[in-house]
C-alpha cells in the first residue's frame, strides 16, 4: 500500500474515496474489478471487497490496511458510511477525473452531509512521481519492448501486411515477458506513414516502404512505449531526409534535456529543428508525455504545456514528421528524469535502419 502522506498535503479533505480500477490498483499494488478504497490521513485506510478479491486484500492487511468484505445485502454505500461515521470524516474526496456523472450522482446522493472535494487532478500529480519499484516496472516494461524490435527487424520482409507484422510484433513482446499491450499497436507502411495514429491494415508491405511501429508492452500494470521506422528496401530521396531531420529533433532534444525544464522548452527543443529544416507544419503532435499505469500521464511535453520535468518523472521524446501522399517518420525514446541527469531507456538503435 502507497503512502498517502503527499496526497493529504495537497487536498483539504478528511478521507478519500478511490472507486477507479487504476487508482486502486495505483495506491494498492493489486488489479481488481471491484473494491472501494478510503485513504485516511495518518496512512490509515480501509478497503472495502467483496469475496472475490477478499483473499488477495489480506496482503494489505499486512500494510496496516484494515480490509472490510461486503456480501449478502450489504451495500457498498452502507459500509462507507459506517467508515466515515466512525472517523468523524466530514468532507472526501473523490475522483472527479475518473467517475462517471451516474456513479458522481449516486455517490452524492448516497453520501448526503458528507462534503465531496475533487482531488483527481491532485491524484495524476501524486502518481506523475514514480517510486524506485514503478521505475523498476517500467525499465523492465521498456526492455521487452526493445527486445521484441529486435526480433521484428529479423521478420518484416516485402509481402507481408501491416498486420502481420503487428501479430508478430505483439507475439515477441508476450514472448519476452510481456503480460499484455500498453495499447493497441501502430503499424503504418508506405504512404499510410503519414498518418501519425495508424491503424494496422492489411496492406502489403512494399520495397521501399518505411514501416513506423508504435508499441508497448505491459509489465506489472506499468507501461512502456517506443516508435520506430525502418524501411524495408532504399527509401527515396525525400524519406531519407526525413529521417534524418527527425533523427537530429529527437537527438537534440534528448541531449538538451535536464531535470526541472520546462514540458514547453523540451518541445522546442525538438520543434527548432524540424522548423529550421522547413517541416514545422508536418510535426502535427507534441513532444513528448509521461506514463505509468495509463499510456498517457503527466506531465507533458508540448507548445501549451505548463508543467515543470522534475526528478522521478518520465517523459518521452517522440518528434515526427508527416507528409500526406509521402509518408512520415517518428522516433519515439522513453527518459527518466532524475537529479542527477536524464537516463534514456529505450536502447535500440536509431540511426536510419534498412531492412
Ligand atoms: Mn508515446
Do not use: W
Not at 461515521?85 to 446522493?109: A, C, M, P, R, W
Not at 525525400?238 to 529527437?250: D, G, P, T
Not at 513528448?288 to 504545456?305: Q, T, W
Amino acid at each position: 500500500m502507497k503512502n498517502t502522506d503527499k496526497l493529504f498535503e495537497m487536498t483539504q479533505a478528511d478521507a478519500v474515496l478511490v472507486i477507479s480500477e487504476k487508482n486502486r490498483m495505483y495506491f494498492t499494488g493489486f488489479a481488481s474489478t471491484f473494491g472501494y478504497l478510503v485513504l485516511l490521513r495518518g496512512n490509515n485506510n480501509v478497503f472495502i471487497t467483496d469475496p472475490r478479491y477478499y483473499e488477495m486484500a489480506q496482503s494489505l492487511v499486512e500494510d496496516g490496511v484494515e480490509v472490510v468484505q461486503i456480501a449478502n445485502g450489504i451495500s457498498a454505500a452502507d459500509a462507507l458510511l459506517d467508515i466515515f461515521n466512525k472517523h468523524e470524516i466530514k468532507s472526501v474526496g473523490f475522483e472527479d477525473t475518473e467517475l462517471t456523472v451516474q456513479t458522481y450522482n449516486t455517490l452524492k446522493h448516497q453520501l448526503g452531509g458528507v462534503k465531496l472535494i475533487a482531488v483527481g487532478d491532485d491524484i495524476c500529480r501524486v502518481r506523475s512521481f514514480k517510486t524506485e519499484t514503478e521505475i523498476d516496472y517500467i525499465k523492465k516494461a521498456q526492455s521487452i519492448t526493445d527486445i521484441a524490435f529486435s526480433e521484428i527487424c529479423k521478420i518484416i520482409k516485402p509481402g507481408m501486411t501491416e498486420r502481420d507484422v503487428q501479430v508478430e510484433l505483439e507475439y515477441q513482446m508476450a514472448k519476452n515477458g510481456a503480460e499484455g499491450l500498453a495499447f493497441d499497436t501502430i503499424i503504418a507502411s508506405g504512404v499510410n506513414t503519414s498518418k501519425p495514429h495508424a491503424h494496422p491494415t492489411d496492406k502489403v508491405i512494399e520495397l521501399g516502404d518505411p514501416v513506423t511501429m508504435d508499441f508497448g508492452a505491459r509489465y506489472h500494470g506499468y507501461c512502456s512505449d517506443m516508435t520506430r521506422t525502418v524501411f524495408v528496401g532504399q527509401p527515396s530521396e525525400e524519406m531519407r531526409k526525413i529521417y534524418n531531420i527527425v533523427l537530429l529533433a529527437q537527438t537534440t532534444g534528448i541531449s538538451n534535456a535536464y531535470c526541472g525544464m520546462g514540458g514547453r522548452e523540451f518541445d522546442s527543443f525538438c520543434r527548432e529543428v524540424i522548423k529550421s529544416n522547413g517541416y514545422e507544419k508536418f510535426f502535427v503532435h507534441s513532444t513528448g508525455h509521461s506514463l505509468g499505469i495509463d499510456i498517457h500521464e503527466s506531465p507533458s511535453a508540448s507548445m501549451r504545456s505548463n508543467d515543470i520535468l522534475g526528478a522521478k518523472q518520465f517523459i518521452t521524446c517522440e518528434p515526427g514528421i508527416y507528409v500526406p501522399g509521402v509518408g512520415g517518420v517518428r522516433i519515439e525514446d522513453l527518459l527518466l528524469i532524475e537529479e542527477d541527469g536524464i537516463t534514456d531507456l529505450t536502447t535500440s538503435d536509431k540511426n536510419i535502419i534498412i531492412l
